[in-house]
């Protein structure tokens, strides 16, 4: 190449002209504004073969980041097929995310093609393989300034949303995403956690639900939650709202309430049942799960009721009360996952110890019964398990256990509940009274006890797998 500079002929200035400009607007998209910086630049002085061809090496040879989006019927082999095209230009791969929904793929690459590497080739090669493989495909450069304002996203609030029903309707999730979009959130992504359903032979009382990750730029996750509380009056469904970070992801340790939490009843009603006693104390438990008395104080009145009532009669509720829909799957599960279980309860121990010994639980705390000639005294032998007292055997059992309370999760469905529920890193207030929906973080009124998974990122397939199956049946 000669270094001599010679005049550019004005037709070789408008071939430059046209290369660049479709340069500028086409698969480079710098955008106009450095177009007519560029042209600008050639047209206010005498532009040389030699500058043109220096401009033009510098501009088709610079790195280069562009999104790549494929689309079409989903199978084996296509992200290693693609991936191989890529791999020939030494591209690095900046991001990349896949889902398919209904054997429909979507895949995004987003690419950065180094210097001394060409676009035009690497474009050709991708369009051929993908019509060979039946691929719609789209490419989109990003910008210097959109690449970097993605890095810095990095530290944007995430949330975790999660929609629970027996069913999931086109309605409830527009309402849905309607009210994160209000309060300026993105949702990034969106997966369904509950198996697939059939159209003809429907499952009774199946679960639904879908995650849904946010972020935004500000934090005014207080109010979404608010608003999202609304649409469960609204609707049939459960949403929970949760922080995004380490801690969501790496839960150790569940504690339960157990009357009408774990199980379907208050051991306190079916006893003075027993007594026939149980309309007097089923009204004062009734105000005390709702918070109108002090509990304490209203079991000490419940339990002076069951006085005379003879203990060979305590084992004949050990199987006539039920245990909670999903309790069974739940605590099965949570073992299989490494949890720890406990069961904290305002209760009584002969019916905790019980559940301990058919579900696995490892730590049960309750009331135990004071007994005297084979009879109930009406008063217990140890210290009341109160609120403040589930809260205490909360956080003694996680440092114990060498657990942060950010891993731990409460449920509960009273107001004694309260307690354990704020202290925990993630406090559910199950099939719970107004008072305890409304102060709790999370509430699960319309699924079984096994939802509580979907909470903790368990998808319903994950369970179906051979080695799950083998793990819980041994």
């Known amino acids: 190449m000669c270094d001599k500079e010679q005049p550019a002929t004005v037709q070789v200035a408008e071939d430059a002209e046209r290369i660049l400009f479709e340069w500028c607007r086409g698969e480079h998209g710098r955008g106009r504004p450095f177009q007519d910086q560029v042209l600008l630049t050639f047209r206010n002085r005498m532009a040389t073969v030699w500058d043109l061809s220096r401009l033009l090496i510098c501009l088709l040879t610079m790195n280069r980041v562009v999104l790549i989006n494929f689309s079409g019927g989903d199978r084996p082999g296509l992200t290693s097929s693609l991936a191989e095209i890529l791999a020939t230009y030494r591209v690095r791969i900046l991001d990349i995310g896949q889902a398919v929904v209904h054997e429909t793929l979507t895949l995004a690459i987003l690419v950065e093609v180094p210097a001394g590497e060409e676009f035009t080739p690497l474009k050709k090669d991708l369009i051929v393989r993908a019509h060979d493989l039946d691929l719609k495909i789209k490419f989109t ?13 990095q530290g944007k609030f995430r949330f975790i949303v999660s929609v629970l029903g027996r069913v999931v309707t086109a309605e409830q999730l527009a309402t849905a995403s309607s009210a994160i979009s209000r309060h300026a959130f993105n949702i990034d992504r969106i997966e369904r956690l509950s198996g697939r359903l059939s159209l003809t032979g429907r499952v009774e009382n199946a679960n639904a639900c879908i995650e849904l990750e946010i972020s935004g730029e500000g934090d005014s996750s207080s109010a979404l939650r608010a608003e999202l509380m609304e649409l469960t009056h609204q ?8 922080r995004e970070s380490i801690y969501r992801r790496n839960r150790r340790l569940v504690a339960f309430d157990m009357d009408s939490t774990l199980i379907q009843a208050e051991v306190i009603d079916e006893l003075a049942r027993l007594h026939g006693v149980g309309e007097q104390v089923s009204a004062i438990t009734a105000s005390a799960m709702r918070g109108e008395l002090d509990f304490k104080h209203s079991f000490t009145k419940r339990l002076s009721l069951l006085r005379g009532l003879p203990a060979m009669r305590l084992p004949e509720l050990l199987h006539t009360v039920q245990l909670a829909d999903g309790a069974e799957r739940l605590i099965s599960t949570l073992k299989m996952l490494g949890y720890k279980t406990a069961i904290l309860s305002g209760g009584f121990t002969f019916f905790g110890k019980h559940l301990q010994a058919r579900l696995g639980i490892d730590y049960v705390f309750a009331n135990e019964l004071e007994i005297e000639n084979d009879v109930l005294t009406g008063r217990v032998a140890s210290e009341i398990v109160d609120g403040k007292k589930k809260a205490e055997l909360l956080a003694t059992i996680a440092a114990r256990e060498d657990i942060s309370l950010d ?18 890193g993630m406090g559910i207030a199950f099939h719970a009274k107004p008072l305890v929906r409304k102060s709790a973080n999370h509430a699960v009124s319309h699924l079984g006890l096994d939802s509580i998974l979907y909470l903790i990122g368990v998808r319903d397939r994950d369970l179906d797998r051979p080695e799950f199956r083998f793990s819980s049946a041994g």
């Open 235 to 242: 609707f049939e469904i459960d949403i929970a709202f949760q």
């Open 141 to 153: 450069p990003v910008s210097e300034e959109a690449f970097d304002h993605w890095v810095r996203s």
């Open 407 to 424: 891993q731990v999760v409460a449920v509960g469905d009273g107001a004694n509940d309260l307690p354990m529920l704020n202290i925990a």
